[in-house]
């Protein structure tokens, strides 16, 4: 399972005694901190209400929530209502990018050709749904990002 692969000490279970598995890939997975399994131990194990319930249950999850809301927002200097949880990354990424996009007062989007994948996407469906340009630039295009940026100040 993913805790064990994530151990650093993890001997295998053949080859050199010697040998030790060095679990590298943070950027992908990350073991969960104690002190969050700590926290989050009761909502795991039952109890747990649907926070936009107007019950018992529903309330304190929504308690809990504007709580953790309110710590994540005093941590970043974001107000609570700023605070968005999602699911995960791709999902986050999609929000801020589409976001922005249709919400910022400037509506111009410069990427990367080695950007996650789904902050990609998330730029190629805004170019399907506009008819405006959007600039990509790979590895050795900060010439094109920066005309692109430039760009968005002139538009
Ligand atoms: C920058 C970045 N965006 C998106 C993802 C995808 O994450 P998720 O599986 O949570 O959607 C990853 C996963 O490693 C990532 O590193």
Redesign the pocket.
């Known amino acids: 399972m993913a805790r064990s692969s994530a151990s650093s000490s993890e001997r295998p279970s053949s080859g050199s005694a010697a040998a030790t598995r060095v679990y590298l890939d943070y ?3 990350s073991p969960v901190d104690p002190r969050v399994v700590a926290v989050m131990r009761p909502f795991f194990e039952g109890g747990v209400g649907n926070p936009s319930a107007p019950h018992s249950l529903g309330l304190e999850a929504r308690a809990s929530l504007d709580g953790a809301r309110a710590k994540l927002a005093r941590l970043v200097g974001a107000t609570p209502t700023g605070v968005v949880f999602t ?5 986050a ?1 999609n929000l801020a990018v589409k976001g922005l996009v249709s919400r910022g007062p400037r509506r111009h989007v410069v990427t990367s050709a080695v950007e ?1 994948i ?2 990609i996407n998330a730029c190629r469906d805004l170019e399907k749904a506009r008819s405006g340009p959007c600039s990509r630039s790979g590895t050795s295009g900060a010439s094109r990002a920066r005309e692109a940026s430039r760009s968005m100040w002139t538009r």
Request: aromatic share 8%; no cysteine; charged share 10%.
């Open positions: 950027a992908a997975f699911s995960g990354a791709t999902e990424n996650h789904s902050v």
